[in-house]
């Protein structure tokens, strides 16, 4: 009897310990968390604080689980557990301990009939004790209200709006490249795109009756905005000549987009383009070299085509037909 109540004094002791100590992690880490959710939901105007803030808040959360499982795996001795025991029930005289270290160690001129009369008393008095109330879960009660309350919180509104569910999927795995929460709710048009300078790059946005704006962050630091103009029932923004490369997203009232990127890629231009026709043999008619590349040829005709380029070496080529494109294999010469 007494060890089967020191075994569950010792029990019940590790596993509140082990509960606070996981309920206060969780309630300190969404904190951290929260925050990064709030600049996620801003539009994450500093990627580096988020993930900063959503890995400390990671960081608190695992530390607690690993004290709480250090706290409830943690090694005791029936003397130890004896000792907590007689402290929270106010025994004086060693009561519990006292029987305990005289049959692990007996003293001279104590017999093992004494040792177990000793046993016997401290199990009776063990009996007596009311485990549930010498040891209450009400002191750990605010910090459990506390987690769960917090938990009840952030799974509601990730529940309620979509928006903050992909802000705290991207606050608790801030590591991986997850789409922002305004990719859920405003699509842009067109995503990562290549262009030659001096194309347009036009950005669209469907099915928003909000104003919106689009945010351009060029390469040499400069960054602006500009408001997109309602075309039917799509929004536009058409920025003309580009000769620099930018980075841009939409946002608007509690939406955004994901970061999207216009590259610039330096293609060659045509200096001279001219047509080799070889009529075929039954026409005794002799080769043809036509300037410019437009040309009557007979059905049958090879027909090779020379072309001068300048600027950076092109690295594909294609025919355009009626009925599509074919690619052509580029021979330098």
Do not use: F
Not at 90 to 111: C, D, M, R, W
Not at 179 to 194: F, I, K, R, Y
Not at 209 to 223: F, K, M, N, Y
């Amino acid at each position: 009897m007494l060890g089967d109540t020191l075994r569950r004094w010792a029990r019940r002791q590790r596993r509140l310990r082990a509960l606070r100590a996981v309920a206060t992690a969780v309630a300190t880490a969404s904190l951290p968390i929260t925050a990064a959710m709030a600049i996620d939901l801003a539009g994450d105007p500093l990627p580096w604080l988020r993930i900063g803030l959503a890995g400390s808040g990671l960081i608190c959360l695992v530390a607690g689980l690993l004290v709480g499982l250090r706290r409830v795996s943690a090694a005791w001795t029936y003397p130890s557990v004896a000792r907590e025991v007689e402290q929270a029930a106010g025994l004086t005289g060693e009561p519990l301990s006292g029987p305990l270290l005289l049959s692990l160690h007996p003293s001279p001129g104590h017999s093992r009939w004494m040792a177990g009369r000793a046993l016997a008393l401290a199990a009776v008095c063990a009996d007596a004790l009311d485990l549930r109330r010498l040891l209450p879960w009400r002191p750990t009660a605010p910090a459990y209200l506390l987690a769960a309350g917090t938990i009840a919180v952030l799974a509601t509104v990730s529940l309620a709006e979509p928006a903050a569910h992909a802000a705290a999927v991207r606050a608790l795995v801030p590591w991986r490249e997850l789409p922002a929460p305004g990719d859920q709710l405003l699509a842009a048009e067109p995503g990562d795109t290549w262009l030659a300078p001096g194309d347009a790059l036009d950005i669209a946005v469907s099915g928003q009756p909000v104003p919106l704006i689009a945010e351009l962050d060029w390469t040499d630091g400069r960054s602006e905005t500009r408001p997109l103009l309602p075309d039917g029932a799509v929004q536009r923004l058409k920025i003309d000549h580009l000769h620099r490369a930018l980075r841009w997203r939409v946002r608007g009232p509690g939406l955004a987009s994901s970061w999207r990127t216009a590259s610039l890629v330096e293609v060659p231009t045509l200096a001279s383009l001219t047509l080799q026709v070889s009529p075929p043999g039954y026409t005794g008619l002799p080769d043809e070299r036509v300037q410019g590349g437009d040309a009557t040829v007979l059905a049958g005709s090879d027909c090779a085509v020379d072309v001068v380029l300048e600027g950076p070496t092109a690295a594909a080529a294609v025919l355009v037909t009626g009925g599509g494109e074919v690619p052509l294999p580029l021979a330098p010469s």
